[in-house]
């Protein structure tokens, strides 16, 4: 790969992770103020939990790793920006043209990586109705149990408007007040909605509405439900509970991590009581569900135990500065290795929950006085995201610190071997993570390292994750991986461009209407895409599982930025001006500590 290709694709690649990373770490400020500011304000007595300083230490923690990554981002994305400055000038003053690095006399300001669509996101249509249209542009309004009105929008009064929901000329809905879309979200005996409408309400009305308050209007809705019912003398067409135990099941099994807040809990439990009291099946109904949801929320409790284990002996690792060996002696098998990491990534990938990818990116105002529990919890996301980081910097760890030119340049192969096999695998994370660490500039500077390895494969991802086109390369081969029909297979997506598209999604589409109206087309085209996320996550890795190698992929320490820099020119002289001097101010400032 020509070193203009790999130092630009280096900085596009590195883009990606620093503007995701930053969110997150936005997110996470704003929690941290928000908890300071209950601190402060004292403790409460409908929220002790919160209220101590292990709240804030651990807010703290999170906040603080977020910072280092996304300082250790910051700097490869300004060392290869900079490296591409001076290759373009360098070249300009050759006479040598540089058309493929969008080099401009004018200045500019560097656009977000935000900035382009993914391809081929168009909103899917559901909930279809199949109306009567009179045309003229008028929406066809129907309230939200289903009956169809003879109004049309241009006819609407003020009171109207917050009774109607709004379908256009093919029967999609695509607007409402959000009164009128919790109703038709609520079931009744007579009325259950689609299933489409459920997630994808479920999924996005979190923007607007918070989850426990949603579950309490359903809960005063159906209580009364059920008095009326009782009232009737148990009449079964006046039964609420099959239609409502139906909607809990969907809920808890998709969202399942909403019910971590005790205040689901204790409007789910109301409801399952009540429920239970109607009849045998439905108590059978409502234990299925609860069982369910308990085993779910032990799981992920369990999940998060084991990174909490494996960051704490990473972190005694790094501390304790042991002797360690390298990943060709703990696994010399690139098959191997990359089955492992489609492990971890699998796992990782598979327990986040749906709507993180929602809340993100919510930006809460604590002027708003959004209490601290409230606001959007996103930590398997974010402990994604920083697994990324983590194997980037360990490739680039693994290859600067070997002293030999003959075995570095082992290492280096090795982990192109690697990143093929990962890429076969259909393990699309993994493979950008590894080739961006092999594109980190401790890596590329090691020219005597490269001129002995064979770098035919490696030329070959240069095609694989070309940025160009919003990474169109990349998503025709994710769409290639895709399992046909029936086939069960293991694909992981690019994660932080999943991301990046969501994030996109969510700001570049209006979340209401000039009217107030909420746009629903926004939600259906959210959920389009986490529904795809979700057939991703059910599958499962068929090949065996080693507990020695997961342990140290996992847990064996990186190297920070200054090390890597100084592992490298000690590896290889500096040999230019720019890097002799940063090489002289490393080692002040590591003597200076």
Not at 9 to 33: G, N, P
Not at 79 to 101: C, D, E, H, I
Not at 192 to 205: E, N, Q, W
Not at 345 to 364: D, H
Request: glycine residues 4%.
């Amino acid at each position: 790969m020509a070193d203009e290709e790999q130092t630009s694709l280096t900085k596009s690649l590195f883009a990606v992770q620093l503007e995701v990373t930053a969110k997150l770490l936005e997110a996470e400020h704003r929690k941290m103020d928000a908890l300071k500011t209950e601190l402060k304000a004292g403790p409460h007595l409908d929220s002790p939990s919160i209220m101590t300083g292990d709240s804030l230490e651990k807010q703290r923690q999170n906040f603080d790793r977020l910072q280092m990554q996304y300082d250790r981002l910051n700097k490869e994305y300004q060392a290869a920006a900079a490296s591409v400055f001076r290759k373009a000038t360098q070249s300009q003053k050759s006479q040598r043209s540089v058309p493929a690095l969008g080099m401009k006399q004018t200045t500019k300001a560097r656009p977000s990586i935000f900035d382009s669509i993914a391809c081929g996101q168009q909103p899917v249509r559901q909930n279809r109705r199949k109306p009567s249209y009179g045309g003229n542009g008028d929406l066809l309004l129907v309230s939200p149990t289903g009956s169809e009105s003879s109004l049309k929008t241009s006819d609407l009064s003020d009171e109207d408007d917050t009774k109607y929901l709004c379908y256009d000329a093919e029967g999609d809905l695509v607007s409402g007040k959000m009164d009128a879309l919790i109703e038709h979200l609520t079931p009744t005996p007579s009325h259950y909605p689609g299933r489409v409408f459920i997630f994808a309400f479920l999924l996005c009305s979190r923007l607007y509405i918070k989850p426990y308050e949603l579950l309490s209007r359903i809960l005063r809705t159906f209580q009364a439900q059920f008095h009326a019912y009782k009232a009737s003398n148990c009449i079964e067409s006046m039964n609420p509970g099959t239609n409502v135990v139906q909607l809990l099941s969907e809920w808890t099994e998709t969202f399942s991590y909403d019910f971590r807040d005790e205040r689901m809990m204790r409007s789910l439990k109301e409801i399952t009581q009540l429920c239970a009291t109607i009849n045998v099946d439905l108590r059978r109904n409502v234990g299925q569900v609860m069982q369910g949801l308990i085993k779910k929320l032990a799981t992920l409790d369990k999940y998060e135990e084991m990174l909490s284990r494996a960051n704490a002996a990473a972190n005694e690792q790094r501390e304790n500065q042991t002797a360690r060996m390298n990943v060709i002696e703990m696994c010399s098998d690139p098959l191997v290795l990359a089955q492992q990491l489609t492990h971890i990534e699998a796992e990782r990938f598979g327990n986040i929950g749906p709507e993180e990818f929602v809340q993100s990116f919510a930006e809460e105002a604590i002027a708003d006085g959004t209490a601290f529990r409230d606001m959007k919890k996103t930590t398997n996301l974010e402990a994604y995201v920083e697994w990324f980081n983590r194997l980037t910097y360990l490739v680039a760890t693994e290859i600067c610190h070997v002293q030999s030119i003959k075995q570095r340049a082992r290492v280096v192969e090795f982990f192109v071997d690697v990143a093929r096999e990962c890429y076969s695998l259909s393990n699309f994370n993994s493979f950008m993570a590894i080739v961006s660490g092999l594109n980190m500039t401790p890596v590329c500077r090691l020219k005597k390292t490269w001129s002995k390895v064979n770098t035919t494969d490696f030329d070959t991802f240069e095609t694989h994750m070309n940025p160009s086109f919003n990474f169109s390369n990349y998503r025709t081969a994710l769409a290639e991986a895709l399992p046909k029909g029936d086939e069960e297979k293991c694909v992981v997506p690019f994660f932080s461009l999943l991301v990046k598209d969501i994030y996109f999604l969510n700001h570049s589409t209006k979340s209401r209407l000039p009217d107030g109206q909420v746009n629903f087309r926004k939600f259906w085209e959210m959920a389009k895409v986490i529904t795809q996320f979700l057939s991703w996550k059910q599958a499962s890795c068929s090949f065996p599982r080693h507990r020695a190698i997961l342990n140290y992929l996992m847990t064996v320490p990186v190297a920070s930025e200054d090390s890597l820099y100084l592992a490298s020119m000690d590896a290889e002289a500096p040999d230019s001006q720019f890097e002799k001097e940063r090489h002289k101010a490393l080692k002040l400032k590591i003597a200076g500590r």
